[in-house]
């Protein structure tokens, strides 16, 4: 990894503080195992298929936190360059508009700078993370009924922050010399979510021209 691209993946770019799962835990393992998928030039179509013998709900689990960490580093990269005035409206070029709707301030889709949306959808999936209820980290407390939901839209939402990278900011990555570090992560993402249909297909469509290139 050259000097530039150590700087840009520096830990302490990090948009926000990484999740991180119990050392000893069977979710720790787990992830362990993911985070190796990544470094060791193994197949990653094949790595992000449930091993056999363990419960969707912890695969799914220690993916999506890792997913959140990988993409919060990514945007955390340029977001600097992310501004009301360069990204006025959170988009993925002239065809995807993202709207804003949450329980709380924004009950309806609202339109929003990139940065204002990206630093809600950031919040929103870190109270989901962080939530006990959500994601139990003790042993033997139960994931809600709810939980693959819950997963699918904040893997729809993760989705959004790959598309306007790509779409609007990549000039940037390019730059830093990361593109293979966020292309890896972007294959990683989307072979796990299609692999076990976490996300809806007209999901894709911004990036499906791309997708059909590099994720083969």
């Known amino acids: 990894m050259s000097i530039a691209l150590k700087q840009v993946f520096n830990k302490d770019k990090t948009f926000r503080p990484k999740r991180r799962f119990e050392p000893g835990t069977q979710r720790f393992e787990l992830h362990k195992r993911a985070q190796a998928s990544l ?6 179509k094949a790595s992000v298929q449930l091993p056999h013998g363990e419960d969707l709900n912890d695969w799914v689990a220690v993916h999506v936190v890792d997913f959140f960490n990988r993409i919060n580093l990514i945007y ?15 988009s ?7 709207r804003w709707q949450d329980e709380h301030k924004y009950k309806k ?3 929003l700078p990139a940065p204002q ?21 003790s042993i033997g407390i139960p ?5 693959i939901q819950i997963c699918k839209k904040i893997l729809c939402r993760l989705f959004r922050v790959f598309v306007h990278v790509y779409i609007h900011h990549f000039d940037r990555i390019l730059l830093m ?11 990683h993402f ?15 469509e911004p990036l499906k021209e791309m997708s059909s290139r590099m994720c083969l």
């Open 143 to 147: 994931f809600p009924k709810n939980f």
């Open 92 to 98: 993925g070029g002239p065809r995807y508009e993202y």
């Open 39 to 44: 470094s060791s030039g193994v197949d990653l």
């Open 109 to 111: 889709p609202t339109p």
């Open 177 to 187: 010399g990361a593109e293979a570090h966020v292309n890896t992560c972007y294959k």
């Open 117 to 137: 949306y990206m630093n809600l959808l950031m919040d929103w999936i870190e109270m989901q993370i962080n939530n006990e209820d959500i994601f139990p980290t």
């Open 76 to 90: 955390g990269t340029v977001c600097e360059f992310c501004t009301e005035k360069s990204c006025p409206v959170m």
């Open 190 to 204: 989307y072979y796990f979510a299609t692999e076990l249909n976490l996300i809806d297909r007209k999901e894709l």
